[in-house]
């Protein structure tokens, strides 16, 4: 079983505390059993106190870092003078000092901002709140940061944007270490969806509509139901019983993508998780994600991904390939 510790630090926001215990605890096996243990912690096996006001008891410290082999970092509001060039308290310092090397960091929100003043995101690609981006940038120039996406991976470091974005990621774990089924499952648990792009933006201004305004909600679920079959815009705006023009501009307000944008995003998605749980041929793959042939998947996918059906199937399913 894969040992998760999720790392509690003074001030630290209890939803993103909870969600890699409520995500990860819902991914299961064929056989219904736990895939991931979670452990919550502190740096002393002390309690902390959360920025609402109630006490965070723990039953470890940090031996459960020593021994994870994911290591979880939630936001705090208590460390916010880390952006001032403040320094990370010596405790903290010797419990991430534990860690073993090859084990896996995450943050959620501004926890990236513990991994950065610990040196551990010099010269490698991350992402944080984006209300936090310009003074973060300042405080770690050495960081890579993009905070325009939702989670970003690279490879034993991952970090992700505020509060949802961590779902997202928490469940972006699932999928790259146990393949969709089981990802979906879990979402399915948390009753959440089980898949946004991580290179979604973090931010779209868009206002709540009007309860009297009509919405494109409905088309969406319609065209989920018919993605191997072609879908102009004329007929989802005739669905939506919008002009083409109307449609389109309400579509990128509430989604902030365009509809074939959209549509191509939830095509792909269909097809990873074709090529991931079943053994269908490439073509018939294509087919029933809407692309028409496996040539114009094998571009989408090397545009969106870049790797090739195949490639991507090997990775995810190894057995199927071979």
């Not at 243990?37 to 006490?55: M, Y």
């Not at 010269?123 to 984006?130: F, K, Q």
């Not at 973060?136 to 974005?165: C, E, H, K, Q, Y």
């Not at 898949?195 to 979604?200: A, C, S, T, Y």
Request: aromatic share 6%; glycine share 8%; hydrophobic share 45%.
């Amino acid at each position: 079983m894969h040992r998760v510790a999720v790392l509690a630090l003074e001030g630290v926001a209890p939803f993103e505390l909870g969600m890699p215990s409520r995500v990860l605890g819902n991914a299961r096996d064929a056989q219904g059993r736990l895939l991931y243990e979670t452990v919550v912690c502190t740096a002393d096996g002390q309690p902390v106190t959360s920025d609402a006001g109630f006490t965070v008891g723990v039953t470890a410290g940090s031996e459960a870092l020593a021994a994870a082999d994911t290591v979880v970092i939630p936001p705090t509001h208590a460390m916010g003078g880390l952006l001032h060039g403040d320094p990370l308290p010596p405790a903290l310092l010797a419990a991430l000092a534990v860690i073993r090397p090859g084990t896996r960091l995450v943050s959620i929100c501004t926890g990236s901002h513990i991994l950065a003043a610990a040196g551990l995101l010099d010269g490698r690609p991350a992402t944080t709140h984006w209300h936090e981006a310009d003074q973060f940038r300042r405080a770690f120039p050495r960081v890579d940061l993009d905070p325009n996406v939702l989670f970003v991976d690279d490879g034993d470091i991952l970090t992700s944007a505020g509060v949802a974005a961590g779902v997202d990621l928490c469940l972006h774990l699932i999928r790259r270490d146990h393949g969709s089924a089981v990802a979906n499952q879990a979402a399915r648990y948390c009753v959440v969806p089980p898949w946004r792009d991580g290179g979604q933006a973090q931010y779209i201004d868009r206002p709540v509509p009007e309860a009297t305004v009509a919405t494109t909600t409905a088309t969406r679920a319609w065209a989920l139901e018919r993605l191997e079959s072609p879908l102009a815009l004329a007929e989802l705006a005739a669905h939506a019983r919008m002009s083409l023009r109307t449609f389109t501009r309400r579509f990128r307000d509430e989604v902030g993508l365009t509809p074939v944008q959209w549509l191509t995003a939830q095509r792909l998605q269909l097809a990873r998780q074709l090529l991931e749980s079943s053994d269908l041929p490439v073509d018939l793959v294509a087919h029933r994600a809407g692309f028409g042939s496996a040539n114009s998947l094998r571009q989408h996918m090397r545009t969106a991904l870049g790797v090739s059906p195949i490639a991507y199937r090997r990775t995810f399913r190894p057995t199927a390939a071979a």
